[in-house]
């Protein structure tokens, strides 16, 4: 009967324990859920484990992917653990195994150079020697690993039962689950963070790009290139330089002039017009890409400043010029560098502009153009009429205006036909229309004509067709020339009619105040 009550109180002390452990094992569960940070989490469940466990020499790490590193959790940081070094190559070897990074322990008495964690254990052996460690359990769950238990002996060594290890098992597994839960969340509150923030980098982009292409003046489309970037990237110091294409001294970026500025006084403006004469900066430039300094004396020394990004504007592969930032502002950092989110979003705006760029370039020189051929065309005596394909007249020189005796503004809107026929012409005006149907040529001369205010015009005519593409032969219309000859028919008149007068020689008395008339001593001697 005794045996039978001893045997009983066991089983009974082992029944509470159980229960024990299951209740601690969900305190290290609701730890997790808490949602408190996973070094405070982490840090928390050790405490738990090591009551469990009876042990005291229990240490917790936290995986830092972006540096390689085992990073030891602020209590183990106080009793001395160091980091240990996970490089992503050998974290790779790792997940690559079949049971590398979700194996339970792993004991460092018994491991051996074939066991996976072996070249992590020769990468840290001086250190783990040092915290006399014994076992090791990962953290893992699939192929990423979130930290790392470590268990270090005293003077004494650890002698762990079945039992004792099974439970530290189970309890890193808990651990596991709940930093893997933790790792999820923060995963896709970044990942929410960063749509969130792409969107409206997007949206940003959008609204540059809108207010850049907006302007077809240059002068115009850099200063709000420059107002944006200084806005958007939050600088203290931003200029923007344009190639300057008639300058054929020196090849581009060595011919970059400062369009706009800000933050700027006119000494540095005019030194930064060749970069400080960084040759960094300028051979980077010539080969299409960016530079950015974080070195405060080297960026001192071209621009007198701490930090600078410059990026190339291109259109096409050709260099249209650049822009130069510097000293960024944050409420957070004192003087922070400039990063690849600034750079990516520079690069950005600065292709936005490139096109911008090109096309204010394209429209300065078709303006050029037109201001150049409107000149030719007021100059000329001839008047020079030009049509669109379905005889609209679109251009309508002064000389075409003085011998038609209609204005520029009537005149430009007007069928062709329709000029001709109101000054009696409704012949010329059918050829005019067959000649336009026809793309062909058309030439006539001594036409007579009277203008609506009663003048008598005599012109010649040619129209010939207006080709704006010679290998497509794209037609356009017509451009019709009309050459005014009505002051030299009427001196062919005044000489015939002379001639007809027969006048005998020697000269009458009675003509010879009319003999000695302004006109006709102009006239050549016609006896």
């Not at 940070?37 to 982490?42: P, R, S, Y």
């Not at 110091?237 to 706009?260: H, K, Q």
């Amino acid at each position: 009967m005794n045996r039978d009550l001893t045997h009983t109180k066991a089983l009974s002390g082992k029944s509470h324990s159980s229960f024990s452990h299951a209740a601690e094992l969900s305190r290290i569960c609701n730890i997790f859920l808490s949602g408190i940070k996973a070094e405070q989490a982490f840090d928390q469940a050790l405490g738990i484990i090591r009551n469990i466990s009876g042990l005291e020499n229990i240490f917790g790490l936290l995986y830092l992917s972006d540096r390689g590193l085992l990073e030891p959790i602020e209590d183990s940081v106080r009793k001395g653990f160091p980091p240990l070094e996970l490089n992503r190559n050998l974290l790779g070897l790792l997940a690559s195994d079949r049971k590398g990074l979700d194996l339970g322990s792993i004991d460092l008495k018994s491991l051996g150079q074939s066991h996976p964690w072996w070249p992590f254990f020769e990468l840290n052996k001086v250190l783990l020697e040092r915290v006399h460690a014994r076992l090791l359990l990962p953290l893992g769950m699939g192929q990423e690993l979130y930290g790392m238990i470590v268990l270090g002996e005293n003077d004494e060594p650890v002698d762990l039962g079945r039992e004792e290890l099974i439970l530290l098992q189970l309890t890193a597994r808990q651990a596991a689950l709940g930093l893997a839960r933790l790792s999820l969340i923060k995963s896709v509150k970044d990942t929410s963070l960063k749509t969130r923030l792409k969107a409206l980098e997007l949206e940003t982009l959008q609204d540059v790009g809108v207010a850049i292409s907006s302007h077809l003046d240059l002068n115009q489309l850099t200063n709000e290139l420059l107002l944006r970037t200084v806005s958007v990237l939050n600088v203290n110091r931003a200029m923007v330089l344009l190639d300057n294409p008639e300058d054929s001294s020196s090849p581009s970026p060595g011919r970059m002039y400062v369009a706009e500025s800000f933050g700027l006084d006119e000494a540095e403006t005019e030194k930064l017009n060749t970069f400080g004469g960084s040759k960094l900066i300028l051979d980077n430039l010539a080969d299409m890409s960016h530079t950015m300094i974080n070195d405060p004396k080297e960026a001192g020394r071209i621009l007198g400043c701490r930090k600078l990004l410059v990026v190339p504007i291109q259109f096409k592969g050709e260099l249209l010029g650049a822009i130069m930032i510097a000293d960024k502002e944050s409420r957070h950092q004192k003087e922070p560098d400039f990063d690849e989110d600034d750079l990516r979003l520079l690069t950005a705006m600065a292709n936005q502009a490139g096109t911008a760029t090109s096309n204010a370039r394209l429209y300065r020189n078709v303006l050029q153009i037109k201001n150049y051929n409107e000149n030719i065309l007021t100059s000329i005596a001839s008047g020079v009429i030009t049509t669109d394909r379905k005889g609209r007249i679109v251009s309508f020189n002064d000389s075409a205006a003085r011998i038609f005796s209609v204005p520029t503004v009537q005149a430009v809107g007007m069928q062709v036909e329709a000029l001709f026929e109101s000054i009696g012409l409704d012949s010329l005006a059918a050829q005019l229309e067959a000649t336009l149907k026809e793309k062909n040529s058309y030439q006539e001369t001594n036409i007579h004509a009277e203008t609506a205010q009663g003048t008598t015009v005599v012109f010649n005519i040619s129209a010939t067709p207006l080709i704006i593409d010679r290998e497509s032969d794209s037609f356009a219309g017509l451009v019709i020339s009309v050459e005014n000859i009505s002051e030299g028919a009427r001196v062919k008149a005044t000489v015939c009619l002379l001639q007809q007068a027969k006048v005998p020689s020697p000269r009458p008395a009675h003509i010879h105040h009319w003999q000695e008339s302004t006109y006709v001593r102009a006239l050549p001697p016609l006896w």
